[in-house]
């Protein structure tokens, strides 16, 4: 599904010298696995992320997701791509504190242009599957982490996209808030989502099937998980 | 949308001091351009209120480059000759006294032609207009009320038509009320009414008038202005070419009169209002400027909440929103703001409308019309939607582009942006502007304020006479009138001198008269020296104050029958007796076209030139006075020079002249000073307005200055705070924001300065006194923006002092 080749990143610095974040990426991910990317702080983690979802542009190298170049792409046309394909959990969890929980799920909906009575349907059934129905009129304040985490994750898949991306997706969390979060990654992984992650934790890498681990930028080595 | 506009209002609910202070801006900056384009739009930008109105023409003469009233056999000539309008119409201004119905009043009014409604094409609002025939006879003497005598005098009484009143002690038939948007056209020469301004009270027909010899005297430019209804595709140039034709063949027929006499027309909306389009515009220009300071200054606030709200944005633009969406979200935000800015501005434009007429010079046209109607609204929503665009574009292009990548790693700007910088110099140049404009007009204003008058206007009263041509016949009878008038006058106690003059002082309009030089070769008709004419009783100069220069003053033995005496001003006596003694020269005048031969009038004395017109705009116009008692003058002024204030003796004046006539009204009093005060209206106006949208702008830019300051002395705690702890003492830092704020400042004045300069061509013709590049000026308003600036630096640079490294360390 994904296939990267000779990815790099870097900033310029004075005098012509460059400081590198990822070096030399080769990844290739099949659909339906559960990657985990782990490493030290530095390593380059949530910048391979973020090139996976498309957010930063000013890489090099061959990005392909599934039979479309990437990197051939103009800005307007990956981000259509990505919001056809791809789905997003941000460690902070980034809900829009001025909307509520409803509201919240509704607007990736409305970005990709879905009518008003189709985004009510897919709204209340993903409310109904994550067991939130209760919840849909509260704000992000007024929500523990581990609930508003849960939104994001509903957030995430509510375009039903088919690669999910997660950046540390419970280091805000309590363990039973994270185990609750992982094992909802788990049934995602199992129902046919492609998924992503970058964690520091051993445990929750374990949730998927295979871990990589980065380090200086560069891919020190591929191993399968459980 | 919806779900836009919704998320709009939540987003100001959230933070009610940005959107209260940015609505409140707004609604000033929108308020005062709605309340300035109201009368614009009124004044200038609306059609006269009449048929078919682009095709009305003012008519009037030419002679060498001045304008001239036409003769009434001139006007008949061209109504017969010309090819070019449906009709044409004259008018003459002349006032009415009425008595015989209480306490007698002096009324405004004009006489015209019956073609006079056919041209305006205007119906009247009660009985009938002048037939043709009553231009050339009295018939009934009939009458037409304006609407507002017929209500404010007449109580709108339904039965009027028909009513007697008596006028110059003729009795006259009301036949007519016209409709209230006829008073909009005026003559050049109508004079104020009770009210104060320049509307028409009541018409007469010229029949009043048939046995006068100026209705038949070709030379006798006396007043009468016309007006004309090109016909269907007949355009203003080709009916110019037309009335050439006719002028060429008058000119031909009667050479006496008509030599070098042309016949100038032009569209009668420019001449009802031309004179004042400069003065709006530039009161629109000033107040566009300070909207265009509030926008900065709001935007100066929307970019620094875009720090607050980057990661929101950056979220979105990770869950799917197109670049697009983003900034339509983000406009919808500022079109929400400025929506209510807008519903504030409209209703303080509303509400000050009648402050807006109460500041307007009473002689601005249309004042009544001034009104907040739809095309005044759709300005208001347009300058709404241009404000939200100018304010919140940039902000909204600025977040749009907010990375969640790069949010998630920011630490904040160690500056304030290059954009808010950007804004505040453009505010502070704008304000510079402004305050140029302001201090230039304040100077102008001052300069015409402390302009020597040439007399002492403090202690000086005037009242305003009319005598009835039919009592007062005669010039013996006047003569008599007035100086029995003086006698009584000037033994009132209280009273150091009272004389009368023709004329009225700083009425807005002063009589002219042509002359020669005894002994020195006669200019053709049409290009003798023109001279400022006023008859006087003996005392004048004493009561006005003017110290005689040389020879003698007028005395009371200069009467008809005696030799012809006058006195000339100095500017007279420079400009055509150079180097040489004019005393006991001669001056001469033709008195009519058919009287070939010319009246001498010997020079008796020379005084100091006088301003009795509009402070210091006229050009020098040399100054001719005449003895009152050697010519005949039914309308004239009283001035009395008073030991107390002069008001007070305003009662027993009224008791002295009922005493001699009980049915004269005695109209247009005030002061001297007060007459003066009023001259300058428009320079005052224009003076308070600017100063007044010039302080406001320079309480918006230091607004907008502590805001970016305040802004940014958050954004460097951690900086400020290192800088602490590394041994910065507090002055250091202290100077640092300083530093900043006036470097900002200085590229504003800078740029300021340079803006100002180059409006100077623009204002030239606002100011007198001063240079439009005044260095004084200038140099003031640097020195006060500076001022202002350095108090609006004060405050965040302390703030920024008062950081503990330890804190701002931690928190970071």
Redesign the interface.
């Known amino acids: 599904m994904i296939k990267l080749r000779r990815i790099e990143r870097f900033y310029p610095l004075a005098k012509a010298k460059f400081f590198y974040v990822l070096r030399d990426i080769n990844i290739d991910i099949e659909e339906g696995e559960f990657v985990s990317i782990m490493g030290p702080s530095g390593a380059g983690k949530?910048?391979l992320l973020?090139i996976l979802?498309m957010?930063?542009h000013g890489w090099s190298g061959e990005y392909f997701l599934g039979d479309t170049a990437v990197h051939h792409l103009k800005a307007?046309e990956r981000?259509e791509l990505?919001?056809e394909q791809i789905g997003?959990v941000?460690q902070?969890y980034?809900l829009?504190?001025?909307?509520t929980v409803y509201?919240n799920l509704e607007?990736?909906l409305?970005?990709?242009k879905v009518n008003k009575s189709e985004r009510a349907a897919v709204v209340a059934d993903t409310l109904d599957r994550f067991q939130i129905v209760g919840k849909k009129d509260l704000y992000p304040s007024q929500l523990s982490g581990g609930q508003q985490q849960i939104v994001g994750v509903a957030?995430a898949i509510i375009?039903n996209p088919k690669l999910l991306l997660a950046d540390e997706p419970t280091g805000n969390l309590h363990s039973s808030q994270g185990e609750e979060i992982m094992n909802l990654f788990k049934k995602l992984n199992a129902d046919g989502t492609t998924i992503v992650q970058v964690t520091h934790s051993e445990k929750n890498a374990g949730y998927g099937n295979r871990i990589i681990q980065l380090r200086d930028g560069w891919i020190m080595k591929e191993n399968n998980g459980c | 949308m919806v779900a836009d506009l919704k998320f709009a209002f939540r987003q100001l609910r959230k933070s009610p001091g940005f959107t209260l202070a940015a609505i409140l801006m707004l609604g000033v900056g929108i308020g005062i351009n709605v309340a300035i384009y109201s009368v614009i739009n009124s004044v200038l930008l609306s059609e006269l209120p009449y048929p078919e109105p682009d095709r009305l023409v003012a008519i009037s003469e030419t002679i060498g480059d001045s304008t001239w009233p036409t003769s009434y056999p001139d006007y008949l000539d061209w109504k017969t000759a010309q090819h070019s309008f449906d009709d044409v119409a004259v008018s003459r201004r002349d006032d009415f006294n009425l008595t015989g119905n209480g306490e007698p009043e002096r009324f405004s009014g004009l006489f015209v032609t019956a073609s006079y409604f056919r041209v305006l094409k205007v119906s009247p609002k009660v009985g009938r207009t002048f037939f043709d025939e009553e231009d050339s006879a009295p018939g009934v003497n009939p009458i037409i009320l304006s609407e507002h005598l017929w209500r404010s005098r007449f109580a709108a009484d339904p039965t009027i038509v028909g009513r007697k009143l008596v006028l110059n002690t003729i009795s006259c038939e009301v036949v007519g009320v016209a409709s209230e948007n006829l008073s909009i056209i005026r003559n050049p020469e109508t004079a104020r009414n009770s009210q104060g301004t320049r509307n028409v009270d009541l018409y007469a027909p010229f029949g009043f008038y048939a046995n006068r010899p100026y209705m038949h005297d070709r030379s006798s430019r006396l007043g009468f202005y016309g007006i004309a209804r090109l016909k269907a595709g007949v355009s203003i140039e080709q009916a110019a070419a037309d009335l050439k034709v006719i002028a060429r063949n008058l000119e031909l027929k009667y050479p006496d009169s008509n030599t070098n006499v042309g016949i100038a027309v032009s569209s009668l909306h420019d001449s009802v209002i031309g004179q004042y389009r400069s003065m709006l515009w530039l009161l629109e220009t000033a107040v566009a400027l300070v909207l265009l300071i509030t926008c900065a200054n709001i935007a100066n606030l929307l970019l620094v909440r875009t720090a607050v709200r980057k990661k929101e944005i950056a979220v979105r633009a990770a869950l799917g929103a197109s670049w697009g969406r983003l900034v339509r979200q983000l406009l919808t935000e500022s079109v929400v703001l400025a929506f209510l800015g807008g519903v504030l501005g409209c209703l303080l434009a509303f509400w000050s409308k009648d402050l807006i007429a109460s500041l307007s010079p009473h002689d601005l046209p249309r004042l009544q019309e001034i009104r907040l109607d739809l095309p005044v609204f759709a300005f208001g929503a347009l300058i709404t939607l241009g404000a939200s665009l100018l304010f919140g574009l940039g902000p909204a292009w600025k977040l749009s582009k907010a990375e969640l990548n790069a949010v998630s790693k920011s630490v904040g700007d160690s500056h304030p942006h290059r954009s808010l910088s950007a804004l505040i110099i453009g505010q502070v140049a704008f304000a510079c502007v402004l305050l140029t404009g302001a201090g230039l007009l304040t100077r102008t204003f001052r300069a015409l304020e402390s302009e020597p008058l040439g007399f002492k206007p403090n202690h000086l009263l005037m009242v305003g006479i009319k005598l009835p041509g039919l009592k007062y016949h005669e010039p013996s009878d006047q003569a008599k009138f007035y100086e029995e008038l003086l006698e009584k006058v000037e033994r009132l106690p209280g009273v150091k001198a009272a004389a009368i003059d023709d004329d009225v002082p700083f009425g807005g309009f002063r009589s002219q008269e042509h002359f020669a030089v005894t002994g020195q070769p006669q200019s053709r008709y049409g290009e003798e020296p023109s001279a400022e004419a006023h008859c006087i009783s003996p005392d004048y100069f004493r009561t006005m104050g003017i110290p005689p220069l040389r020879g003698r003053s007028f005395r009371r033995d200069d009467v008809l029958g005696k030799p012809l005496v006058i006195m000339i001003d100095e500017e007279l006596a420079r400009k055509f007796f150079p180097g040489r003694d004019p005393i006991g020269q001669q001056l001469n005048q033709r008195i009519s076209e058919t009287d070939t031969s010319r009246t001498h009038y010997t020079i008796v004395g020379i005084v100091p030139s006088v301003k009795h017109g509009e402070v210091g705009i006229e050009p020098k116009i040399p100054q001719i006075y005449w003895p009152a008692a050697q010519f005949s003058w039914l309308q004239t002024t009283l001035l009395v020079r008073t030991e107390g204030e002069p008001t007070t003796l305003l009662p027993s004046i009224r008791t002295a002249i009922r005493s001699i006539d009980p049915q004269l009204p005695i109209f247009g009093t005030r002061t001297m000073e007060e007459a003066v005060a009023a001259s300058l209206g428009t320079q005052r106006l224009s003076a308070t307005l600017i100063g007044g949208f010039s302080i406001l702008a320079l309480f918006l830019a230091a607004l907008g200055l502590y805001g970016v300051l305040a802004y940014s002395v958050t954004q460097r705690t951690r900086e400020i705070g290192i800088r602490i702890a590394l041994g910065s003492p507090r002055s250091g830092i202290y100077g640092l924001i300083v530093r900043r704020a006036m470097m900002m400042v200085g590229l504003g004045i800078f740029a300021g300065v340079a803006l100002a300069i180059g409006c100077g061509p623009l204002i030239r013709h606002f100011v007198y006194g001063v240079a439009p590049y005044d260095p004084a000026t200038i140099i003031s308003v640097a020195a006060l923006l500076t001022a202002i600036a350095i108090l609006a630096c004060l405050l965040p640079a302390r703030r920024a002092t008062l950081v503990d490294p330890i804190q701002a360390l931690r928190s970071e």
Do not use: M, T, V, W
Request: charged fraction near 30%; glycine fraction near 4%.
């Open positions: 949530s910048s973020h979802g957010h930063d307007k981000a990505r919001n997003f941000f902070q980034h829009l504190d001025d909307l509201e607007i990736p409305s970005y990709r957030r375009s």
